[in-house]
């Protein structure tokens, strides 16, 4: 089926003034020509179709057929060419039976709306997009300087619609993905709920070092135990049965993750951290010595790494292991020494810890590489920080859980959700377009 639109437009420029490009762009964008050649396309799909139904309009004999014009309505939609109001046939089948509608529209066979909506899928879409990285209201502001936006309220019921959907897909994908490293972190965020003060969220990734290094989002769940999120992608096959899971030293999470072949990488930027706590509460030194003690670790840990760095690519494992087995010499001498010198809280810390900082250097020995930072997942909360922890802000867990969703997804994998995109704006169809375009200037050719 084809539909032709002949349109004529003249642009008349003022020859005493020098426009900017930009301003010339902006005019045009102003007459909403899309809009007006979409509105012309449906119009003429719909005459053509009406036709073939009922016969050219007023012709003879066209009381006698089976399918009569019976009036139109107008339709309101809102797409990403700008805001249409389309004029509709309504056709009448007078052999209509029970199982059969005695009215419809011929143009809904071929062109599909979303439902009652007047906000097609593709604007719900970018207003969602936006709504991952600022708040509703402003997604609303910025985006009317593009395309029309749905109302702040509106913009809230799709994030929790698309971020359902999005949550389900990829779902839907994890079985065979096998992670062979899982890095896990958790945060809170505050509750508008009666039931709790804040929303306990967990965000788990998973990476695959096979070839090159890729990134899934594995799962995000509020409020669901550490024990819970690890089964769950133990039986969908997510991760591998010797995986690796590199994080904090978070028990609950390390022990749900940690079993049977599995090893535990800590992330080494955070002993440091953790280290320098576990002094203040002792409260055995001073500020400069917490500082020295934290230095003398960290120097250590970095030490390894960087002889890692170095040796593993020419397979130099006796250098390694020798490396791996001073750094662990020395955090037991330090525990020790803690431990004498009334710190027993850093000294625990120490011994129960050392054996997880040197995990990536003994799969090294292997050649095989096991990141030594959470670094990934640390960025990824970053994200949920920026959008989801403002003092202000206060969250539904359904909201919460689906904006998550859509903001975790882009961040770690745009692939993943391009495809998801790709899917509910059903972008597979536009292999049954075809649109030519010839256009001719009133000077020479164009």
């Known amino acids: 089926m084809h539909a032709t639109i002949d349109a004529q437009f003249t642009v008349s420029l003022d020859p005493d003034k020098t426009l900017p490009l930009a301003t010339l762009a902006e005019s045009l964008?102003?007459?909403?020509?899309?809009?007006?050649?979409?509105?012309?396309?449906?119009?003429?799909?719909?005459?053509?179709?009406?036709?073939?139904?009922?016969?050219?309009?007023h012709a003879r004999g066209n009381g006698d057929r089976r399918f009569q014009r019976a009036g139109t309505t107008t339709r309101t939609a809102v797409t990403t060419a700008g805001e249409h109001e389309f004029t509709l046939h309504h056709v009448k089948d007078t052999a209509a039976t029970e199982d059969d509608p005695t009215y419809f529209r011929p143009l809904e066979d071929l062109v599909e709306f979303d439902g009652q909506r007047i906000y097609q899928e593709d604007v719900s879409l970018q207003s969602t997009d936006l709504a991952?990285?600022?708040?509703?209201?402003?997604?609303?502001?910025?985006g009317d300087g593009f395309t029309p936006m749905p109302s702040r309220t509106t913009i809230n019921r799709r994030v929790r619609e698309y971020g359902s959907k999005l949550g389900d897909f990829v779902r839907d994908r994890l079985p065979g993905t096998n992670a062979d490293t899982v890095v896990p972190d958790g945060t809170k965020c505050h509750s508008q709920d009666d039931h709790c003060t804040y929303h306990d969220v967990n965000?788990?990734?998973?990476?695959?070092?096979?070839?090159?290094?890729?990134?899934?989002?594995?799962?995000?769940?509020?409020?669901?135990?550490?024990?819970?999120?690890?089964?769950t992608l133990e039986e969908t096959g997510a991760i591998t049965d010797d995986a690796t899971v590199?994080?904090?030293?978070?028990?609950?999470?390390?022990?749900?993750?940690?079993?049977?072949?599995?090893?535990?990488?800590?992330?080494?930027?955070?002993?440091?951290?953790?280290?320098?706590?576990?002094?203040?509460?002792?409260?055995?030194?001073?500020?400069?010595?917490?500082?020295?003690?934290?230095?003398?670790?960290?120097?250590?840990?970095?030490?390894?790494?960087?002889?890692?760095?170095?040796?593993?690519?020419?397979?130099?494992?006796l250098a390694i292991r020798e490396r791996i087995d001073q750094t662990l010499e020395n955090l037991q001498k330090e525990a020790?020494?803690?431990?004498?010198?009334?710190?027993?809280?850093?000294a625990v810390y120490l011994r129960e810890w050392a054996e997880a900082t040197v995990t990536f250097a003994e799969f090294a020995l292997d050649?095989?590489?096991?990141?030594?930072?959470?670094?990934?997942?640390?960025?990824?909360?970053?994200?949920?920080?920026?959008?989801?922890?403002?003092?202000?802000?206060?969250?539904?867990?359904?909201?919460?859980?689906?904006?998550?969703?859509?903001?975790?997804?882009q961040y770690a994998d745009p692939e993943q959700f391009a495809a998801f995109a790709d899917e509910l704006l059903e972008r597979s169809a536009k292999t049954a377009i075809t649109m030519e375009v010839s256009t001719e200037a009133t000077r020479g050719e164009l």
């Not at 991952?132 to 910025?142: I, N, Q």
């Not at 020790?336 to 850093?346: G, I, V």
Request: proline content about 2%; some cysteine; aromatic content about 8%.
């Open 29 to 57: 964008t102003e007459i909403q020509l899309e809009a007006t050649i979409l509105e012309e396309i449906v119009r003429s799909l719909d005459e053509t179709l009406v036709e073939a139904y009922c016969g050219e309009k």
């Open 132 to 142: 991952t990285s600022l708040s509703f209201r402003d997604a609303v502001a910025h």
């Open 367 to 409: 050649q095989q590489q096991v990141p030594w930072t959470s670094n990934v997942v640390e960025r990824a909360m970053g994200e949920v920080s920026k959008r989801c922890k403002n003092q202000w802000m206060r969250w539904s867990e359904a909201g919460l859980e689906s904006l998550l969703w859509l903001n975790l997804v």
């Open 336 to 346: 020790w020494r803690l431990e004498r010198q009334d710190s027993p809280k850093a």
């Open 203 to 231: 965000v788990t990734l998973g990476q695959t070092t096979e070839e090159d290094t890729e990134t899934t989002l594995l799962d995000v769940n509020l409020n669901d135990s550490w024990d819970e999120t690890a089964a």
């Open 246 to 317: 590199v994080s904090d030293a978070e028990n609950a999470l390390v022990d749900a993750f940690e079993n049977g072949d599995r090893s535990h990488q800590l992330d080494l930027v955070h002993v440091g951290r953790t280290l320098g706590y576990k002094l203040w509460q002792d409260d055995a030194f001073p500020l400069g010595e917490r500082k020295a003690i934290v230095s003398g670790v960290t120097n250590d840990l970095f030490h390894l790494k960087n002889s890692v760095a170095f040796h593993a690519p020419g397979d130099e494992r």
